[in-house]
């Protein structure tokens, strides 16, 4: 036998795509993976919430502490980045008067919430374009969940907002929102850059720039009771 082993599995006509939706990717020769399978459906619901719940917090870890790059891209998922999308759309919806005065906060949410998917989205195509050995939700993943810092920033920023307006906590919230874009930018382009061939990495981190460059003036400028 060679070092690759081929299981097919038939399935009567009627099942046809029942496996398809699932599959794993197993290194030769490695014995402990096959030795023991573990299925999700034997756990209870809590240890299966508390596991999943685990691996995000682990991911929000590696974000805010950047040292080391695959801890986002081995086991990607949105859990995170859906997270901090709604809590970022939340915060935002009704910060801003319209010029007919409703401000019943629907457009805003909806406004915030696309513009993060899409810019997420647009960024990924434009790297897999330059050639990026990245799948497309490992980026989406990773982009989602470095919005971590701007997320914080916008949570400080609305903590400020409570106090009377000056000067100087505008340039204060200004800081923070920078610190945050710093922070995000850093953590993405520390988790995406070896995925860019040389050469053209800087055309990978352009828009990595300008998509958290717009979410944390989204922080600055809307973020006015």
């Not at 434009?126 to 916008?154: D, E, H, R």
């Not at 352009?206 to 922080?219: A, M, R």
Request: glycine letters at 8%; proline letters at 4%; one cysteine or more.
């Amino acid at each position: 036998m060679t070092s690759f082993d081929v299981k097919y599995d038939m399935y009567p006509a009627g099942d046809v795509g029942v496996g398809m939706v699932e599959g794993e990717m197993n290194i030769p020769g490695s014995a402990a993976q096959n030795s023991v399978e573990f299925n999700t459906l034997d756990e209870p619901i809590k240890e299966t919430f508390l596991r999943d719940l685990r691996a995000v917090g682990n991911k929000f870890f590696h974000v805010l502490i950047p040292r080391e790059k695959t801890s986002l891209l081995k086991e990607w998922d949105l859990w995170g980045p859906l997270l901090l999308c709604t809590l970022m759309a939340t915060i935002l919806q009704g910060s801003a008067e319209r010029a007919d005065n409703s401000n019943d906060g629907g457009p805003e949410f909806a406004e915030v919430f696309v513009l993060v998917w899409i810019g997420a989205t647009v960024v990924t195509f434009n790297s897999k374009l330059l050639g990026g050995n990245i799948s497309f939700f490992q980026s989406v993943c990773v982009l989602g969940y470095c919005l971590l810092p701007i997320a914080m920033a916008l949570i400080v920023c609305r903590i400020i907002l409570f106090s009377t307006q000056s000067t100087f906590l505008f340039f204060l919230r200004l800081v923070i929102s920078i610190v945050g874009y710093v922070w995000a930018t850093f953590a993405a382009t520390k988790f995406l850059g070896d995925s860019q061939p040389e050469g053209k990495k800087a055309l990978a981190v352009y828009p990595i720039c300008l998509f958290y460059f717009i979410l944390s003036w989204l922080v600055v400028s809307h973020s006015n009771v």
